[in-house]
């Protein structure tokens, strides 16, 4: 399956509002080749050509539901630094559950947008500053646990947010988009 921008599904269907099914373990080969092409999408979306032939978005990340499948999958690739290099963190995932998170939020300093939403939705999305995720590995096919914080955390909460329905505006206070939160971290 190959996905581009006119296959995303967009915030003005209602079913990008429905919650997702679990994904049976062991994987079916479907699910697993649906993984494979969220990933594929993330890869390609960050190469300039490829986005240009392919008719792609730049994306750190999608989720089963912004294709039209309510299946819990999700995909990430995010660009983190360590140490003087820049290591790339790829991830696709199965069933994704938040288990624990800190108190202390985070929001990206700029708002977060999202290939499924078209129009402009200014504010801070506050989020978890650090969370730990159990969740079925796509690739390596196995059960993992694991913790993130700053960006990454960030990226897997709004992709697991889509698997209940949730869109990253609904986080953002109407009254006051840009209220700065007390020990709330902003990240460039």
């Not at 993984?35 to 390609?44: A, E, H, N, P, T």
Request: hydrophobic share 40%.
């Amino acid at each position: 399956m190959r996905i581009n921008y006119d296959t995303i599904v967009k915030d003005t269907d209602p079913s990008l509002r429905n919650k997702s099914v679990t994904v049976p373990i062991p994987m079916m080969k479907k699910d697993i080749a649906l993984g494979k092409s969220l990933l594929r999408y993330v890869r390609d979306s960050r190469d300039e050509e490829k986005a240009e032939k392919f008719n792609l978005k730049p994306a750190v990340g999608i989720a089963a539901p912004q294709i039209g499948v309510h299946r819990a999958l999700i995909c990430v690739s995010v660009d983190e630094e360590v140490g003087d290099e820049v290591e790339t963190i790829e991830m696709v995932l199965a069933n994704p559950k938040i288990i624990s998170h800190s108190v202390q939020k985070a929001a990206l300093k700029f708002g977060e947008g999202c290939l499924s939403v078209e129009g402009e939705h200014q504010g801070y999305v506050y989020r978890s500053a650090r969370i730990k995720v159990r969740a079925f590995d796509v690739m390596n096919q196995e059960e993992v646990e694991f913790r993130a914080n700053g960006y990454l955390a960030i990226v897997l909460q709004h992709e697991i947010d889509h698997l209940g329905g949730v869109l990253f505006y609904d986080h953002i206070n109407a009254e006051n988009p840009w209220e700065i939160k007390e020990n709330a971290i902003i990240i460039d």
